[in-house]
């Protein structure tokens, strides 16, 4: 039995050597202090905001803040409990964070919080509960309200939008979306709302659909398919272009650099400067005045090997 315990013992120590050797080799520890996947990203003062997420085979509660002038990495304190597949939008003054799951795989978070960060005493606190449990969704911030966008609750997929007046206290339920999805990516610009990709159970884990959404009027309208359905991407508008860009596909096995762009004005795709490297998870935000988008984390490896491959470093992408 002592044999056994120690070939046991020794046998993880060394694939924990090797996975340490690895991800040195593979660069998947720079950066962040603790690198991880799953994850959503705000801006505020010039700032890219990440809380939670799947850290190296744990669920995580920390938050860190990149300047995005410095390109420096700092602490924003902690969620009051550990979650990923988190939404993060802010306003002016904050920033949020909603929904999400508490264990591996998918554990939803019961409590259903919508929590606030201050700036100013580094704290998360929890200021309203959620319509219900729900993770994998997306969340925005419009003329002082916010949006969720999405997601699943209890292995459902939904089409809901709900709509929190942050200075009522109040949830309205908004027209839903004609595709239910989990796992897209929104774009904002204007009172123009674009949900892309993401995977359903009805149309499988690559949906290529884009929906647009306007924020004023409450209707949905279609738009042209995604030339690669991909699920965990990112998103971004820019001069009249929509650009979708990383990702994975769960069918092919596949962690995704593309970049696919959408010009809004012609509804033609051509093809954009792809991610240096390929993620998939990960969390982004726009890079004050550069024409690019900041892109942190994610997972290097698609599915369950996202446990053992989540990265910290940030990479540029090019927007044209």
């Not at 610009?189 to 674009?194: D, E, I, T, V």
Request: proline share 4%; hydrophobic share 40%.
């Amino acid at each position: 039995m002592r044999k056994f315990f120690l070939a046991t013992a020794l046998f993880i120590l060394i694939v924990a050597s090797g996975l340490t050797l690895l991800r040195m080799a593979m660069g998947w520890n720079d950066g962040m202090r603790e690198t991880r996947s799953e994850i959503h990203a705000t801006s505020l003062d010039d700032k890219l905001y990440v809380a939670g997420g799947i850290g190296l085979f744990r669920v995580l509660d920390s938050c860190e803040v990149l300047d995005l002038t410095t390109r420096d990495w700092a602490s924003c304190g902690h969620l009051p409990r550990p979650l990923h597949h988190v939404a993060m939008a802010a306003d002016d003054d904050h920033v949020y964070a909603s929904g999400g799951y508490v264990a591996l795989p998918f554990q939803a978070d019961l409590e259903a919080g919508l929590f606030r960060f201050d700036t100013r005493t580094q704290d998360w606190f929890e200021i309203s509960k959620l319509p219900h449990p729900i993770g994998q969704h997306a969340m925005l911030h419009f003329d002082g309200s916010l949006y969720i966008v999405g997601g699943q609750n209890d292995g459902q997929d939904l089409n809901t939008l709900w709509r929190y007046d942050i200075s009522k206290d109040s949830w309205s339920a908004m027209e839903p979306m004609p595709t239910a999805r989990h796992s897209h990516a929104i774009a904002v610009a204007g009172n123009q709302l674009y949900v892309t990709g993401g995977r359903s159970a009805a149309l499988g884990t690559e949906i290529t659909r884009i929906e647009v959404y306007d924020l004023m009027e409450n209707i949905w309208e279609r738009l042209p398919d995604m030339p690669i359905g991909r699920g965990g991407h990112g998103a971004v508008v820019h001069q009249n272009r929509l650009h979708i860009f990383g990702g994975e596909s769960l069918r092919e096995g596949m962690v995704l650099s593309n970049h696919d762009i959408l010009d809004l004005i012609t509804n033609k795709w051509t093809v954009g400067t792809p991610l240096k490297r390929p993620r998939h998870g990960f969390a982004f935000a726009n890079t004050g005045g550069s024409g690019g988008v900041t892109v942190v984390g994610g997972g290097a490896r698609p599915g369950m090997e996202t446990i053992y491959s989540v990265t910290g470093d940030a990479q540029l992408v090019e927007l044209k």
